[in-house]
């Protein structure tokens, strides 16, 4: 079991707008930032928000990230078929002294 | 421009040893935490182990604990990444990262190599 959890699937359509959760606790997302990535199948995996809501440079501002208490969100706007990926969200825990990823969630693009 | 470059995955028999190598470029080194990551066949990711930028700090997913030790080579820009009583359920895909927070680990990957296929089967 993932100390943060997603979930397993998310769907739309082109254009759409996506929203993924990923719910964690006071020991890392209550006090520590969030990060997202994007894993296409046979690729290494793409930073895609840091510091809860920042996007790397090259990352289009179609992903948003937020994060409120102890859950966080990424937001996909104007949903395109390319970004159909696995997404993960990670953040330190201060109580296990470790990152901690979340399970995964496979957005499916109608 | 940031290059991470792993090598020395492969196949290898329940409780044998393997050692993983991420060879560096582009930026300065010491200056980093570096960490590994897997995915197994069909899982999430995982994160498996990190050390700070001058590998006096180190970290440990419990799940290799005592068997997986990292270490790096400043001198070199190399990370390493040594495994032993390897597990059937060890078989995943590492891959090396940098922390984007410099020299403290943290859950910030900003850059990840292709990767290195580690299979443990008899």
């Known amino acids: 079991q993932s100390v943060l959890t997603q979930p397993p699937s998310a769907s739309g359509t082109p254009g759409q707008r996506v929203t993924i959760s990923c719910s964690g606790s006071?020991?890392?997302?209550?006090?520590?930032?969030v990060n997202w990535y994007q894993k296409l199948p046979g690729t290494a995996p793409k930073h895609l928000i840091y510091?809860?809501?920042q996007r790397p440079s090259g990352v289009p501002d179609r992903f948003s990230g937020s994060k409120s208490g102890t859950s966080a969100s990424l937001v996909i706007s104007g949903l395109q078929s390319e970004d159909e990926a696995d997404y993960y969200c990670a953040a330190w825990d201060d109580s296990l002294n470790c990152p901690v990823f979340g399970g995964g969630t496979k957005l499916t693009v109608l | 421009e940031v290059h991470l470059l792993e090598s020395g995955g492969g196949l290898v028999q329940p409780g044998g040893s393997l050692r993983l190598s991420c060879a560096a470029s582009?930026?300065?080194?010491?200056?980093?935490?570096m960490s590994w990551v897997r995915q197994a066949p069909g899982k999430g990711l995982e994160w498996v182990s990190s050390t700070s930028g001058s590998g006096i700090s180190t970290y440990y997913a419990d799940s290799v604990k005592g068997r997986f030790t990292i270490s790096r080579d400043n001198s070199k820009n190399t990370l390493y990444l040594q495994m032993n009583s390897l597990r059937a359920e060890d078989t995943a895909i590492y891959y090396c990262?940098?922390?984007?927070?410099?020299?403290?680990?943290?859950?910030?990957?900003?850059?990840w190599g292709q990767g290195t296929l580690v299979t443990v089967s008899s």
């Open positions: 006071s020991s890392n997302i209550g006090i520590n930032t």
């Open positions: 990262t940098r922390d984007s927070e410099g020299a403290v680990a943290s859950a910030s990957f900003d850059y």
């Open positions: 510091s809860n809501n």
């Open positions: 582009g930026f300065t080194f010491s200056g980093y935490a």
